[in-house]
């Protein structure tokens, strides 16, 4: 039962390689010649001007990430839905449609607020 | 020991490192990291249990979005993003309290499935958890529905507030399609910070 994971296991076994072996090659074959202009902060990325530390990010960020772990929340219902959706007919149809519309509600309320908007 | 076994002893001891290494990081942004690696591994541990459905949501929940809500969270406040001020002084209160609950459980587990076969572990497929919500609890699902939109709306406001406005009452549960904030565009001159690099991420000019 476990072996229908197995595919998954590959997964993580070939994109670790690839991470670990990118990393080693790269170390062993790439050129080394640093010098400050180089190890400058890479392209948009200014020197900073101040000191960073205790400079708080917007609370945007956190609101998108609450938004999205209820609406994940949500999305996890709909596959075990999905899995039977046929043998349920319009019964499941109806009920999963009553749940997505009732945190629509919200979804709705957020964007009058305009709080989706990033100004 | 059979191939079952060896997977989940694998998967068991590197929810055990990373949890552990959660605790001893001197990095809050490694411990927390450490924390969504510790998640996955739990998911692991269900997965080997035979626990597909349960799998999913721990990875999709935990590890997608409570995970990045921890970086975010670590972030947005003034926590030390760095190698100080992290240790606590309650070792000895976090030893006990996690020592207690290791031996609550245990006294809880080992006498209710002790005596089980070692059989493989079956859990209900996707299918049949899908068909028994549809069945027999709709009811609860629509109600987790009403639930859910509770914890949006209380995300919202609470956060609104948070971010400066002036949180009376009429200013927050106003509803306005369209032009809804074009009357405060300096909402965040009002956040109150001293921070002289302004906020990070929201002007990207800097």
């Known amino acids: 039962m476990l072996s229908e994971y197995l595919p998954i296991l590959l997964l993580f076994v070939i994109a670790s390689a690839f991470a670990v072996g990118s990393l080693v090659v790269s170390s062993l074959v790439g050129p080394r010649a640093p010098n400050p202009t180089k190890l400058a902060a890479y392209e948009s990325g200014n020197e900073p001007l101040a000191d960073v530390k205790g400079t708080r990010f917007s609370v945007k960020f956190y609101m998108v990430a609450m938004l999205f772990l209820i609406f994940d929340i949500e999305a996890v219902f709909l596959y075990p839905w999905a899995v039977v959706l046929r043998e349920l007919g319009w019964f499941g149809l109806v009920n999963m449609t009553v749940f997505v519309l009732v945190l629509g509600v919200a979804f709705v309320y957020e964007i009058g607020r305009g709080g989706l908007e990033w100004d | ?206």
Do not use: C, K
């Open chain 2, 1 to 206: 020991m059979t191939a079952h076994d060896l997977v989940f002893v694998i998967v068991g001891l590197v929810t055990a490192v990373s949890a552990i290494l959660v605790v001893t990081s001197r990095h809050l942004m490694h411990a927390a990291l450490y924390l969504a690696l510790t998640l996955t591994g739990i998911g692991g541990v269900f997965l080997v249990l035979g626990a597909g459905f349960i799998a999913l949501v721990q990875v999709v929940v935990y590890v997608g979005a409570v995970a990045v809500l921890f970086l975010f969270g670590l972030m947005l406040t003034r926590a030390p993003i760095g190698r100080e001020a992290l240790d606590s002084q309650n070792r000895g209160l976090g030893l006990a309290v996690a020592g207690a609950l290791f031996v609550l459980l245990a006294a809880l587990i080992i006498p209710a499935f002790g005596g089980e076969s070692t059989a493989e572990v079956t859990g209900p497929t996707i299918e049949a958890i899908g068909i028994a919500i549809f069945a027999d609890w709709v009811l609860p699902f629509e109600v987790l529905s009403m639930l859910l939109l509770a914890a949006l709306i209380g995300a919202i406001l609470l956060a609104r507030r948070e971010a400066g406005e002036s949180g009376t009452e009429a200013e927050v549960t106003r509803i306005e399609m369209g032009e809804a904030l074009a009357d405060e565009p300096d909402r965040h001159e009002a956040v109150g910070t001293s921070a002289p690099a302004g906020e990070l991420g929201a002007g990207g000019g800097r």
